[in-house]
């Protein structure tokens, strides 16, 4: 299997117990890495994928809810949830891996560990954020749209 198909299936599975359980995103990475076996590379792309996620889950959320409006973010399956995540992640911040290959590794990981309907919903929401024309941009933060109070 290749290197940073198996460090995005680390990344889900870390991405889905840090949603599932009380645990410390330091805590699940190491655990990954230990039983990944991953390469330098792919080991270092799992932790840009956890750790961008972690750190983006907001505003990732918002891309969401934007191009999946009729889905509250916390009705969508954990599964459906984190292959997005880390899918707009791929498409929005690590411009190193082309669009399509993001869009259909997303796929393919929700028909390898979601339901039966997760690859169509995935591949519907992403096709519309990227239907939206232009690169996909994550929205401000809080802080950085909020005017700072003296």
Not at 8 to 29: C, K, M
Not at 70 to 83: L, S, Y
Request: net charge negative; proline share 6%; aromatic share 4%.
């Amino acid at each position: 299997m290749h290197t940073r198909r198996q460090a995005r299936i680390s990344a889900l599975q870390a991405l889905y117990e840090l949603d599932t359980t009380n645990h410390t995103a330091a805590d699940v990475i190491a655990h990954r890495v230990e039983d990944s076996q991953l390469p330098p590379e792919g080991e270092a792309f799992l932790r840009q994928l956890v750790s961008g996620v972690v750190v983006q889950r907001d505003r990732l959320d918002a891309l969401i809810q934007q191009y999946a409006p009729a889905w509250p973010v916390a009705q969508i399956a954990v599964i459906d949830r984190n292959v997005l995540r880390i899918a707009l992640l791929e498409l929005s911040s690590l411009r190193d891996t082309p669009p399509k290959v993001a869009i259909n590794e997303a796929v393919d990981l929700a028909k390898l560990f979601g339901s039966d309907s997760s690859s169509r919903f995935v591949n519907g929401v992403l096709g519309t954020a990227m239907s939206a024309g232009g690169a996909i941009e994550l929205p401000p933060t809080a802080a950085a749209v909020s005017p700072a109070k003296d």
